[in-house]
Structure formats: C-alpha cells, structure tokens
C-alpha cells in the first residue's frame, strides 16, 4: 500500500506561485517510487476532479489550462513529486489532489491506484 500526503497550499495573489509537494511511502509487490507514475489532479467547488499534470520517468504531460504556467517533476531519491505553479489564476482555485499509477501516467483518474487527501489553493483576484 502506497501513502501520499499533499503540502504546500494555501492563499495566493492572482499572479503570483505556489509549489506543492506530495511525499509517498509504503510500496507494494516490492516497486519502488521510480517505477510509478505520478500525477496532479484538482477539484473546484461544484466542478468534477479534473486532469492537471503527470510524469513517468522523464516524461511529462499537461492539460491545456496550464501547460506554459505549471511544470510537475519526481524526486526519486526523496520520494516526492512536486507542482511548481506560477502565474496563478483565480479559475486554479480548488483542492489539488496527487495520485500514484502502477501503469503508465494518463490523464484518467480511473488510471490511478493511490490517492492523498488533497491540499487546498486559492487564488485571489
């Protein structure tokens, strides 16, 4: 069983950045955390889970809302992923959840194997 707990929310200015983190540990049928797939997901009120980004190994993918402004990257070593967000929006405003994938990253939610309870980010105007 894999563990994740999100950091690094909180209350930005419109413009401004936050970088997330989501530490994991535990494994399961003896993999490491370079093996798995990583990716963010978030949820604004009333709005369904949405795609943010993902990596496996060096490669990465974005959704179109944030492509240019977010950049996610894995830490081996640490056990880690992070979510460097910049030029933050208002409509980034949700609660930004990180997921683990024993198959490749997907922008699928149903992709995913493991879950953390997520990390609140508002952005003010």
């Known amino acids: 069983q894999v563990q994740l707990v999100e950091s690094g929310g909180g209350l930005v200015q419109a413009g401004g950045s936050l970088r997330l983190s989501c530490a994991a540990s535990?494994?399961?049928?003896?993999?490491?955390?370079?093996?798995?797939?990583m990716g963010w997901f978030r949820q604004a009120p009333g709005k369904e889970r949405e795609f943010v980004a993902a990596i496996s190994w060096s490669r990465t993918t974005y959704s179109d809302s944030v492509k240019g402004r977010f950049t996610i990257s894995k830490d081996n070593a640490r056990n880690t992923v992070y979510l460097q967000m910049n030029s933050l929006k208002p409509e980034d405003t949700a609660v930004y959840y990180c997921?683990?994938?024993?198959?490749?990253?997907?922008?699928?939610?149903?992709?995913?194997?493991?879950w953390g309870q997520g990390t609140q980010v508002t952005v003010s105007s």
């Open positions: 535990g494994r399961t049928s003896g993999r490491a955390f370079s093996t798995y797939a």
């Open positions: 997921a683990a994938a024993l198959g490749g990253a997907s922008p699928t939610s149903r992709s995913y194997d493991y």
